[in-house]
């Protein structure tokens, strides 16, 4: 399942990405064809986004965080839709199911809410689910 949680305030600044619920350890698959531009793997995990990564798509660039460990991809992979790139960790500090946080922006750098996308791709009768990047 996933939330609305785009532009919300939080302490250091806007949200601007969803909160994608699963198991950790469910599958982070890449929601379209692209490449990697950075990641944990080669930067580093970081305080607040733990192992995180980057890709870059035709008309927007991904960011992804949460992961359990470094992404399985490496900077200059190219990857297909459905792809893996890792699995979701960290649980939140709020509930106690694990997210894995999904935002994007234009190439020009304007954040995307992508909980419309979201919610159109992956209807329920709850009407939300799990959502791209795909989690198995």
């Known amino acids: 399942w996933f939330v609305d949680w785009h532009d919300a305030e939080r302490p250091g600044g806007t949200h601007h990405a969803q909160d994608i619920f699963a198991p950790e350890g469910s599958h982070v698959l890449a929601p379209e064809d692209g490449v990697v531009t950075s990641s944990s793997r080669s930067h580093g995990a970081t305080e607040r986004g733990g192992h995180w990564f980057r890709l870059r798509a035709a008309e ?24 893996l790139i890792g699995r979701v960790a960290e649980a939140a500090r709020h509930v106690d ?22 919610d159109a791709a992956y209807p329920t009768d709850a009407g939300r689910a799990p959502a791209a990047p795909r989690i198995d």
């Open 60 to 83: 927007r660039t991904y960011y992804g965080a949460h992961l359990l460990e470094a992404p399985f991809v490496q900077t200059g992979e190219r990857l297909a839709a459905g792809d």
């Open 97 to 118: 199911v694990p997210p894995l946080q999904l935002g994007a922006r234009t190439p020009r750098g304007r954040a995307l809410n992508l909980f419309e996308e979201l």
